[in-house]
């Protein structure tokens, strides 16, 4: 089973000095996939880390261009 087919529990972006700019926790959501606004962040790259239900954490990095 890949990565992408587990439920995510909880999310958190990160700006690159390690400011944790937005976090999300899904406790109970089943899903193994999720749609995050952007809309209010400055254009950037961000590190966007999920914690899995079974524990593994999937890190990427995000970059958050001009609108």
Same mark, same amino acid.
Do not use: C, H, W
């Given at each position: 089973?890949? !990565?992408?087919?587990?439920?995510? $529990?909880?999310?958190?972006?990160?700006?690159?000095?390690? $400011?944790?700019?937005?976090?999300?926790?899904?406790?109970?959501?089943? $899903? =193994?996939?999720?749609?995050?606004?952007?809309?209010?962040?400055?254009?950037?790259?961000?590190?966007? =880390?999920?914690?899995?239900?079974?524990?593994?954490?999937?890190?990427?990095?995000?970059?958050? !261009?001009?609108?």
């Amino acid at each position: 089973t890949s !990565a992408a087919d587990r439920p995510i $529990q909880s999310t958190k972006l990160y700006d690159f000095s390690g $400011q944790t700019v937005m976090e999300m926790d899904l406790p109970n959501n089943g $899903q =193994s996939s999720l749609e995050i606004s952007v809309a209010e962040l400055p254009e950037g790259n961000y590190i966007l =880390s999920l914690e899995l239900k079974d524990g593994r954490v999937v890190t990427e990095m995000v970059r958050v !261009a001009g609108r």
